[in-house]
């Protein structure tokens, strides 16, 4: 582009021309012809009003994005999920190990100072509660996820 | 307040009121692209597919972008697509007779400006609207336009020179 263009260019986006551009503006023959119509077409430009968007017209985007909203928020469950659960199963062989041992040796040191089936008894109530305390904890994991997963929402909104 | 990118990433996960927010910071802006850019045909139409667009493709939005940008990427996209289908059915001309009898003054400056712009070919036009009423950058133009730099000047220089000539008629 030619310093002419330039100058040009500037008025036409309703720039400011420095002292240099401004004397060249008078002094070039072309710039002071060319000036005029850059104006007159800026101004055209600037007197281009568009109406407002009609009111309805957000409430009939929402609507329409509504079903793919729908599908995002539930594949974004299951992701969560899926992690959620990924990451809870992790532990899960060293926790199963732990509890196995636990369980044995409690049973040897009942076994020592109790009759043998009142040992068992106790300590099958003992592994019992570990099972349900275990499945329970497993099963609190989607619905913690999905909590999670609001509160996170809350927070970005905020 | 949450950023664009922030509200994106929420839409990605389904969150209405994210996009409704987004909706309400770009209404205005978009709306008057499109209008702009089709001469006012087909506009509420537009700026739905490019909402709908963004909505189906917010879990592939790169946080690093400007949303901006991104958004209107896929508004120049459709009005590029929307100048490339066939023209409608003609209309009968005494209905744009009785039209332009009746429009006011103001209409016809609006009008002549309508003019101009459409008689810019579409990618020298797009030049037009991004940098002189939505006053963005070289850059960002280039990146929504995917083009070079270079190009978007050169672009801007040719459509000047035709709306001067077309000023000078």
């Known amino acids: 582009m030619t310093e002419c263009d330039e100058i040009l260019?500037?008025?036409?986006?309703?720039?400011?021309?420095?002292?240099?551009?401004?004397?060249?503006?008078?002094?070039?023959?072309?710039?002071?012809?060319?000036?005029?119509?850059?104006?007159?077409?800026?101004?055209?430009?600037?007197?281009?009003?568009?109406?407002?968007?009609?009111?309805?017209?957000?409430?009939?985007?929402?609507?329409?994005?509504?079903?793919?909203?729908?599908?995002?928020?539930?594949?974004?469950?299951?992701r969560m999920l899926a992690r959620a659960l990924a990451a809870a199963l992790v532990p899960l062989p060293l926790i199963l190990v732990l509890d196995f041992y636990l369980v044995r040796a409690a049973y040897g040191v009942l076994d020592a100072v109790l009759p043998r089936?009142?040992?068992?008894?106790?300590?099958?109530?003992?592994?019992?509660?570990?099972?349900?305390?275990?499945?329970?904890?497993?099963?609190?994991?989607?619905?913690?996820?999905?909590?999670?997963?609001?509160?996170r929402r809350e927070e970005s909104r905020a | 307040m949450a950023t664009d990118e922030d509200l994106i990433g929420a839409v990605a996960t389904g969150d209405g009121r994210a996009l409704e927010e987004l909706c309400r910071r770009y209404e205005r802006p978009l709306h008057?692209?499109?209008?702009?850019?089709?001469?006012?045909?087909?506009?509420?139409?537009?700026?739905?597919e490019t909402w709908l667009r963004v909505v189906r493709a917010a879990r592939r939005f790169d946080p690093r972008r400007r949303f901006s940008?991104?958004?209107?990427?896929?508004a120049v996209n459709l009005c590029?697509?929307?100048?490339?289908?066939?023209?409608?059915?003609?209309?009968d001309p005494a209905g744009i007779e009785a039209t332009r009898e009746g429009a006011a003054a103001a209409a016809d400056a609006a009008l002549d400006a309508r003019r101009l712009l459409a008689a810019l070919p579409e990618p020298q036009r797009s030049v037009v609207i991004l940098r002189y009423y939505h006053d963005l950058g070289e850059e960002e133009m280039a990146e929504i336009l995917g083009c070079p730099r270079g190009t978007v000047k050169s672009r801007l220089h040719h459509a000047m020179a035709r709306l001067g000539e077309m000023a000078r008629q």
């Open chain 1, 9 to 78: 260019a500037t008025l036409f986006l309703g720039g400011v021309l420095d002292a240099d551009a401004a004397a060249h503006l008078s002094a070039c023959p072309r710039c002071a012809t060319e000036q005029v119509h850059v104006r007159r077409v800026a101004e055209l430009l600037a007197s281009h009003d568009v109406p407002p968007p009609a009111s309805t017209l957000s409430a009939r985007v929402l609507g329409a994005a509504a079903p793919l909203l729908a599908r995002h928020a539930r594949r974004a469950a299951w």
């Open chain 2, 80 to 91: 590029r697509d929307w100048h490339r289908r066939p023209p409608p059915e003609p209309v």
């Open chain 2, 32 to 48: 008057r692209f499109i209008f702009r850019h089709t001469g006012g045909r087909d506009v509420d139409d537009l700026y739905q």
């Open chain 2, 69 to 74: 940008t991104w958004l209107f990427q896929i």
């Open chain 1, 117 to 151: 089936a009142l040992s068992l008894y106790v300590v099958f109530n003992y592994a019992a509660t570990l099972t349900l305390l275990l499945a329970l904890t497993y099963g609190m994991i989607p619905i913690v996820a999905e909590r999670q997963m609001r509160l």
